[in-house]
Nanobody, 124 residues
Framework: EARPVESGGDSVQVGGSLRLSCAAS????????MGWLRQVPGKEREAIATIDSDGVTNYGASVKGRFIISQDQDNGKNTLYLEMNSLKPDDADMYFC????????????????WGQGTQVAVSS
């Protein structure tokens, strides 16, 4: 069964950086719409970054210019990354990796697979 597995969550200070990874077992990263989402308290999970099979990326306004999504399917890897820079207290959250079996990401992807999440804490 396909299942993304996130890792890399940690506690960092404001202004710090962190890199999250998602091992996309059973999912072909480079022929899928992949995304990182976070759980906003009281709301549904929101996609903050997506990347499609052409490598086209899209970012939410809250992270644009600070976060970078990338994917790697070389040398047997099948991994999605999220490089997080200039972290703010509002970035503290549970981050989820998700995949939609589609070459391109729609405006609101219908995610087919979810990971369990990895926790990011930001302290001042």
């Amino acid at each position: 069964e396909a299942r993304p597995v996130e890792s890399g969550g940690d506690s960092v200070q404001v202004g710090g950086s962190l890199r999250l990874s998602c091992a996309a077992s059973g999912i072909t990263v480079k022929t899928s719409c992949m995304g990182w989402l976070r759980q906003v308290p009281g709301k549904e999970r929101e996609a903050i970054a997506t990347i499609d099979s052409d490598g086209v990326t899209n970012y939410g306004a809250s992270v644009k210019g600070r976060f970078i999504i990338s994917q790697d399917q070389d040398n047997g890897k099948n991994t999605l990354y999220l490089e997080m820079n200039s972290l703010k207290p509002d970035d503290a959250d549970m981050y989820f990796c998700a995949a939609e079996i589609a070459y391109y990401c729609s405006r609101e992807p219908s995610w087919d697979f979810w990971g369990q999440g990895t926790q990011v804490a930001v302290s001042s």
